[in-house]
């Protein structure tokens, strides 16, 4: 992801099209944005008389708040990634500072993204700004950094900064309970009544390759997953694939990966993440469409790499078994997670190979998908939506 693209932000963001802004929303990356989008529009349609201003994304946009900043561009991920684009993200944390200080929201929710969005919480904090530092802006979080994972003691900055948090896996609310904060499990959005799966397991469809929504991401995971497809047609003469993409940069990105394999570009067709779609097998990054296929009931497996330097640097802080998240929650590997190396086109071929001719894999993948929505499935007590009202409702009566 060039500089150049991040460039473009201007600076000073734009000013709220209405005073008294009740929430600002901040989400980083593709999956935030999708998050942030159905709590916003659930928000709204308890309460449509909020303000809600946010810098996000495309799906942000549609929900009925008003985005002042897209945050795309920034979806950056890595040590060394970030250290590349250090000044345009200082650039874009000192304006988002900025912002905050001068319109003044009654609350700020924070989607993920903690990279960010925790080090804004920390500077807004030293600035003053916040309920805990005797200002007057409450501080929300939605969808919280994976302290369970790495970097654990951020839980207990957390807590000195963070008025409410809501977590959508349940074992995280136990991950909290040494600190201050009490979190509220809202249930996870893909189990919500009104979210539709944008896959659904077919065993006449293609097979789905999901290298991702960032850059480099893409750039190392693409080429072993179009490397295992061009191995399988060698066994599959008739084998065909769809491969989803996230912006039309990165369509590009993977039309150039994907000419490197010659006639592959024949059996491959690439898809918007906007349309839903069909599979018979899934090769996945770990990121959110993984769950999505798990709950989809659709056999697959994990395939990630990332620069190797960041692999070396993660190993020493990540103390998980899995990175898979529906692995996690099931404390067992339904997606086979095949890893820098181990990620060669042999092993994801044999692995498509299984999924598409294994009768007991797809019954296994189908009853764990079930398992899994009753784990995350939404308590009594509702959803994001209706946590962001209560929280805000919270700040007006303190005012």
Known sequence: MGSNLLAQTEYPLPAPARSGVDTLVVAGEHSGDEHAARMVKAALARNPDLNIVAMGGPNLSRSGAQVICDMMPYAIVGVFE??????????????????????????????????????????????????????????LYYISPQVWAWKANRRFEMAKMIDSLSVIFPFEVETFADTTLEPQFVGHPFVAAEYEL??????????????????????????????????????RPNIQARCIYASESLKELLEGIIDGFGDLKKRVE?????????????????????????????PGA?????????????????????????????????????????????????????????????????????????????????????????QIGLQQTSD
């Open 270 to 298: 690439l898809v918007p993440n906007s349309d839903s779609t069909t599979a018979s097998a899934v090769l996945t990054s770990s990121g959110t469409m993984s769950l999505n296929c798990a709950l989809a009931g659709i």
């Open 302 to 390: 994990i395939v990630y790499r990332i620069h190797p330097l960041t692999y070396l640097f993660g190993k020493t802080v990540v103390k998980i078994p899995f990175i898979g998240i529906a692995n996690l929650l099931l404390d067992r590997p339904m997606y086979p997670e095949l890893i820098q190396g181990d990620a060669r086109a042999d092993r994801l071929a044999d692995e498509l190979i299984d999924c598409l001719d294994s009768a007991e894999r797809v019954r296994r993948t189908q009853d764990d998908s079930v398992t899994l929505r009753e784990i995350l499935n939404k308590p009594d007590g509702g959803g994001a939506g209706r946590w962001l009202v209560s």
């Open 198 to 235: 944008p896959t659904r397991y077919d065993a006449e469809a293609p097979v789905l390759l999901l290298p991702g929504s960032r850059a480099g991401a893409i750039s190392r995971i693409a080429p072993a997953m179009f490397a295992a497809l061009d191995r399988l047609q060698r066994r």
């Open 82 to 139: 970030i250290l590349k684009h250090y000044s345009e993200l200082k650039n874009l944390r000192d304006g988002i500072v900025e912002w905050i200080l001068q319109h003044k929201p009654k609350t700020v929710c924070f989607v993920d993204y903690p990279g960010l969005n925790l080090r804004l919480a920390k500077i807004l904090t030293e600035r003053k700004a916040t309920i805990q530092s005797g200002g007057s802006i409450r501080l």
